[in-house]
């Protein structure tokens, strides 16, 4: 991928989605197989309210966004699609009240179907696992 491409993706990413704008998603780093976030924390996005941590339904939200992200990545074409078949989160431990890093991977990309798996850390420790299946349409 060369720069002009990782860039007009990063503005993909971090302002033309509105939702992630609303997020203040920011990338830090995005290759052909993998990208990796930042989200700031924000009280919006508690789910907690006792004890100032993050809802787990928006952590959800923003791992299955990962997994569109790298399918987008991957496409050859802008009439290529992608929808989620499943995702699964495993959640570790409670995040809190602070950023979170965000992972993706791509796993496999067959001839219609796309996995990913995710990770979602504070402080280098795991808070939530994820992975993908996503539905990937190229344009024939």
């Not at 280098?124 to 190229?138: L, P, Q, S, W």
Request: charged content about 30%; aromatic content about 8%; proline content about 2%.
């Amino acid at each position: 991928m060369n720069n002009s491409d990782k860039q007009r993706l990063i503005k993909l990413a971090e302002e033309d989605i509105p939702i992630h704008k609303y997020w203040g998603l920011k990338v830090l780093s995005l290759e052909k197989n993998m990208i990796c976030v930042k989200m700031p924390f924000r009280k919006e996005f508690v789910g907690d309210i006792r004890r100032n941590r993050w809802h787990g339904g928006i952590i959800a939200a923003v791992m299955d966004s990962l997994g569109g992200a790298i399918g987008v990545i991957n496409f050859q074409s802008p009439e290529d699609k992608l929808s989620t078949i499943d995702l699964r989160i495993d959640y570790l431990r409670y995040a809190e009240g602070k950023d979170i890093i965000f992972e993706g991977e791509l796993v496999r990309l067959g001839n219609r179907i796309m996995v990913t798996k995710m990770k979602a850390q504070q402080e280098n420790t795991i808070v939530a696992e994820g992975k993908g299946v996503y539905n990937f349409i190229r344009k024939e």
